[in-house]
């Protein structure tokens, strides 16, 4: 399924990288429900222990928002520095 395969590898995040839920509610004008779907469909996200808060992606949040699903492999495969990725970085003013 291809679910599955989008989130079979995590996103690697740096600090920099993460925002909270309400945070990406707030950037996306999305209801939390879509953003917690999202995160849940496309491997956006973290929970390090149950309970704990979700950490999102930023840049992959992005890349989702915005339907560019190739970008968002890419960043999962660790590229942070090819055009289509470092673009989402750069639009969101964070270091690739």
């Known amino acids: 399924m291809m679910e599955e395969r989008l989130r079979a590898v995590p996103i690697l995040m740096r600090r920099p990288d993460i925002v909270a839920l309400k945070t990406a509610v707030d950037r996306t004008g999305k209801s939390e429900r879509t953003i917690r779907n999202w995160c849940r469909v496309y491997g956006i996200a973290r929970q390090t222990t149950p309970g704990a808060p979700l950490e999102i992606s930023a840049p992959a949040l992005e890349m989702v928002l915005h339907g560019d699903f190739k970008a968002l492999e890419m960043l999962r495969g ?14 969101l003013g964070l270091p690739a």
């Not at 660790?78 to 639009?91: A, E, I, M, P, T």
Request: overall charge positive.
């Open 78 to 91: 660790g590229d942070r520095n090819s055009l289509q990725v470092k673009r989402y970085f750069d639009h």
